[in-house]
């Protein structure tokens, strides 16, 4: 019993197994099952349903093992022969059914091009680009070479061929072994890395690239290897040439040239020649030396043969001369200046006779009348005639600013210089200026004439400046003409004033002025002479030059001679043409806007501007003020002041009617009715309208009492205390005798004897209105 049971949960489970698709999946499938039955004691039992394992995605290959959807380059799930495949393979790649997977045929080396063709290479790896198969990389040992055909006009083909170590440069002598060429380039000849050259600066030397400076290197100048070598001397490099640096002891530094030089010269380290090298002369190291000067060695002796410009040769030495002035050498070394009786110099080389001693005169002769010349020297002085010697030998004539004669012994003044003038009796020069001078104006000794006034002379003629009082200056002449008063000569010569004026009257000269008397609403201008307008404009509002100003306008005008504003600047308020600043949250009269003036009522109210609002802040006696409002305590009847207009509805505030004042007899004769009259019972006047708020007025409660549609609620019938409420009269108390209604809008009399003490404090519906009725004494606004 045991053992069947056992071989029954087998059947089963081989059976459940065969049904899972996950265990199916995962677990191995010797035998393919075409159909899902039951399997006791080894038979199949019942049908089943039959699957194609071939074909069927959910069932490949054994019934219940489901293809996967997710493949790499591709989706999807298709059975192909009884193995899964991608249904579908991603952009740039093709289903490959042989290896049931998807592949790129642009670099598979497997499927390069098309599926199944798969790219070889000898010695090396393939690869494939674009569909053609090429070579990845080559083996070890060999390298990829190309071949053209035809100079690669018929395309080129690549092989991997084996590395030839003998001049491959990257396996020189072995494989991979590479050769290194320190600052140069070389190749791999027979196995072996050589040097061919070596970068800029550096020069091949045993078979190295090193650091040579071509341009001073003694052992490699110009070129490598090239020595600089000097017989009995030393050599030096520059400029990568060769030439001498010093001679040795005894020997000097010579050069010789080929042809004249025609063919180059040759420097050489020769033997020394005491004889004539002034370096050597008579003797090594005896140097010649020539202060201011230059010279040779001759015969071992140091000559000198020249000398510095200013300097001059006297007994072998350079000496400093000037023979432009040396009068011992003038002109030439040793030639010396003299003359008789007199003192010689030397002037630009050539000697000349400076001065005579005492007694004597420097004179000059000709030869033949100078054709052959002049010769200047010193004779006997006449002192009777001779200006240098008059009177006495050395004394001069000399006259400041002139030029005189001798004259018997005696020096005498003959001519002055430019300038300069002999006054009469006088025997000096005086310097003066005719053009300008007034005492010797155009000549010595004239003066300009003063008799009528201030003058000067210009020019050499004189001319008056200013003339006398009296007299004006005209053409540099004093007339008698008054320039203050003359309207022919109004303030200058020539100046005419104008006959009459345009707006004026006619000319007068005041003060050197012209003028006039201009009418009214002008304004004479001196500085344009003419009769300004002064009534309107604002540049000269009533006078001349008064500018128009008037304090926070933004706009302005001039009316009849009147600066007046006509818009004001913000914060302010136009007033009679004038701009004036109000605080409208506190001034009463001017409340919330320009001329709001608070009016309080009943009559005896007091009350104050707050925040821009009229505000009642004491009432009359027999008044209470209550939440900002005067209520009677007790009274008959209401006493308001009126404020009639002109016309009706259009000009009452906001809240307010219009109401038709008693006995008026027409709109027209309503205008002329003067306002604010007080009235009592009945509204009096014969003027038009008033604006009342019958919502609260006492006499006219709900409506205008004077149509007959509102109430007067003073004349309530036995009231003592009323109000208006909304519209609706109101009592609070009533006379003796009297209580207020229940519904608080009358008074009813009294039938009980006993309730006469709480006629005024019984409170019903008139009690509860008292907190809301507010008489306000609002301002009437017109």
Known sequence: MRSTLALTIVALTAWLVAADPSVAATSPAPAKHLEKRLCLLGLCLGGGSTVNTQTDSLNCGTVGYKCPTGWPNGSGAQCLSGQCAPASCSSGYTLNTATRSCVNTASDPNNCGSLGNVCSVSNGVAGCSSGSCNIASCNVGYSLSTSNYLFGLLGSSQTCTAVNTASDVNNCGAISKVCAFANGAGTCSSGTCTTTSCNSGFYLVGGQCVTLNLQTDVNNCGSVGNKCTVSNGLGKCSSGGCSIASCNSGYTLSTSGSLLGLFGSSQSCSAINTASDINNCGALGRVCS??????????????????????YNVNNQCTALNLQTDVNNCGAVAKVCSYQNGNAQCVSGTCTLASCKDGFKMTTSSSLFGLLGSSTSCSAVDTTSDVLNCGAVGYACSFQNGAGSCSNSACKLSSCNTGY??????????????????????????????????????AGSCAYTSCNSGYTLLNGQ???????????????IGNVCPSTYANGGSSTCNDGVCSTSCKSGYAFDTTYNF??????????????????????ASSQICSSGVCLATACSSGMSLVGGSCKSFDFTSDPNNCGALNN?????????????SKSKCVITGCPSGYLLNAGGCVLSASGKARVKKDKITKPKTLCPTGETACPIVGSSSFEGAVKQLSAVETSSMMGGSGGYECIDTSEALDSCGGCASTGEGLDCTQIRGAAGVGCSAGTCVVFSCKTGYRPSLSGDRCVRMRSSHGAAGNHTRSGNAQRHIAARQHTGAAFHH
């Open 290 to 311: 020539f202060s201011n000067g230059a010279g040779t060695c001759s015969s071992g002796v140091c000559t000198t043969t020249s000398c510095n410009s200013g300097w």
């Open 421 to 458: 003038y002999q006054l009469s009796g006088s025997n000096t020069c005086t310097s003066l200026n005719l053009q300008s001078d007034a005492a010797n104006c155009g000549a010595v000794g004239k003066i300009c004439p003063t008799s009528l006034g201030s003058a000067v002379c210009s």
């Open 478 to 492: 004093c007339s008698q003409i008054n320039l203050q008063s003359d309207i022919s000569n109004c303030g200058k």
């Open 531 to 552: 009769c300004r307008d002064v009534s309107c404009d604002t540049s000269n509002c009533g006078s001349v030059g008064n500018k128009c100003g008037v304090t926070g």
């Open 597 to 609: 003036v608070c009016k309080f009522s009943p009559n005896g109210a007091t009350g104050t501007c």
